[in-house]
């Protein structure tokens, strides 16, 4: 796939809009990365934009990684038991995804964006357990969320931040600023193994992955400020996450609705 010097250029801004939207929320990257390569970049196959977009995800959110891990934010044991969990579920999602009509995956994708941000809202004023941990205990809770996050972040080519963020704060009960910085390890955990299941079949546009980056490099410390200042406002950061989710579910339901019509 061969695209115009203006279509890297839009990347690039594209980018920058992702990764300050992982570093504010550790979710939403793929939520906009998808439609932007879609409809912005003007990638014509929506497998591609998904593949693609799958590795550029994956290599920003650990790059805000490095950010929050630096803040304290990170609850590591968590994170990983996530993602562990969470990678199996993505190998299989990311399989099945291929084999289904892509613009009805956008349009099926979006429905799913709508529920998660009304769940986010309704649970917008919980402020969390701060000293929240994964323990024996709870690891079957935490590893059954990662595995059903895992699917749906594979067969829709996401991160699955937006799913992560509300599924270790339904299972741990963690604030949502320590939700949003323990994410990214499974995001870009999920992302890289939908990313490298798209490529074996030849859906990754690598140049195009490479500008979405470098500017999501920039975004996403400008993110990570902006997420610092907001979680100080109780419900703030979890109000602009779901505003964010609805707003881009309704114009991919609009664009996408031809394919069941």
């Known amino acids: 796939m061969t695209l115009e010097p203006i279509q890297y250029l839009l990347g690039s801004i594209s980018g920058a809009l992702v990764g300050f939207t992982l570093g504010l929320v550790g979710g939403g990257g793929s939520i906009l990365a998808v439609p932007l390569m879609v409809y912005l970049v003007g990638v014509p196959s929506a497998h591609m934009a998904i593949g693609t977009s799958a590795f ?21 044991r ?20 291929k084999a289904f009509d892509g613009t009805r995956l956008l349009f099926l994708f979006a429905l799913v964006m709508v529920l998660v941000g009304i769940v986010m809202l309704r649970g917008r004023k919980a402020e969390g357990i701060p000293g929240a941990q994964c323990s024996r205990e709870n690891a079957p809770k935490v590893m059954g969320f990662g595995l059903v996050t895992g699917l749906f972040s594979g067969f829709f080519g996401i991160g699955g931040g937006f799913l992560i963020v509300p599924g270790l704060i339904g299972s741990t009960r ?52 902006a997420a ?23 114009y991919m339901l609009w664009k996408s609705s031809g394919a069941f019509l």
């Open 56 to 76: 550029a995800v994956a290599a920003n959110a650990a790059t805000g990684l490095i950010g929050h891990a630096r803040a304290g934010t990170v609850k590591w």
């Open 78 to 97: 968590c994170g990983g038991m996530y993602a562990a969990a969470g990678i199996v579920g993505a190998l299989a999602g990311s399989t099945a995804g």
């Open 174 to 225: 963690m604030p949502m600023l320590n939700a949003v910085g323990t994410s990214l390890v499974a995001v870009a955990a999920f992302g890289l193994t939908t990313a490298l299941n798209y490529a074996f079949s030849g859906l990754v546009d690598w140049p195009l992955a490479g500008v979405f980056i470098a500017g999501g490099i920039v975004g996403g410390l400008v993110g990570l400020a």
């Open 228 to 250: 610092r200042r907001l979680s100080e406002s109780r419900g703030a950061l979890t109000t602009v996450f779901a505003v964010l989710i609805f707003v881009v579910a309704a």
